[in-house]
């Protein structure tokens, strides 16, 4: 079996303690014995079981602490046991975060112009679609030239005599329309005054069919 700088990896518990002591002093952040077992070990070839149980000692010797989140637990160094910076060394670590805060938001905004760029080239037709795209349009306007060449080829045009011809034929007839329907709507409103049944019985009984029974509605006044 490999063994890591400190010596036996997998079998030594003690060796095995010593790495992650160190490790997660080291690093000063939180880890799971799965995330510290990733870490360690391709270089000190510590198994998951030696991992998980030095990481339980060192919790229950006080010297690393442990939090449950759930089924899942982490491990952190304890920072009573961590030397105290200096005021020169939390200046300098004050400056990094800022030096750290000021990339951070930098990559942000650049990713979110990335981003952006990258939705509208999904949104964008490729070059083989915009071809498609164009021989559709080409298809359709030689269709439509078709279309125009017959109707002006044509022998059976109406000219615009005859057109405002039928127009005011047609405002003539619906205006007639519009003041016998009203002659007529009068009429039956004063003979149902007097009349004991409703009105769709006296329709019934007289044969008066309206308009809306033949869904036939009227042109609007121009």
Known sequence: MSKGRDGPAAGGGAAAAAVLLRYLREQNRPYSAQDAFGNLQREHGLGKAAVVKALEQLAQQGRVREKAYGKQKIYFADQEQLPAASDVELRGLDGEIAALSAKVQALQQS?????????????????????????????????????????????????????????????????EWRRRKRMATELLDAILEGYPKSKKQFFEEVGIETDEDHNVTLPAAV
């Open 111 to 175: 990713c979110r112009q990335m981003e952006a760029e990258l939705k509208d080239l999904n949104s964008s037709m490729t070059t083989p679609e915009m071809a498609r795209e164009i021989e559709e349009l080409r298809k359709g306007c030689a269709i439509y030239v078709e279309k125009l060449e017959r109707i002006k080829s044509a022998t059976n045009h109406v000219t615009p005599e005859e057109k405002e011809k039928v127009c005011s034929e047609q405002k003539l007839y619906c205006k």
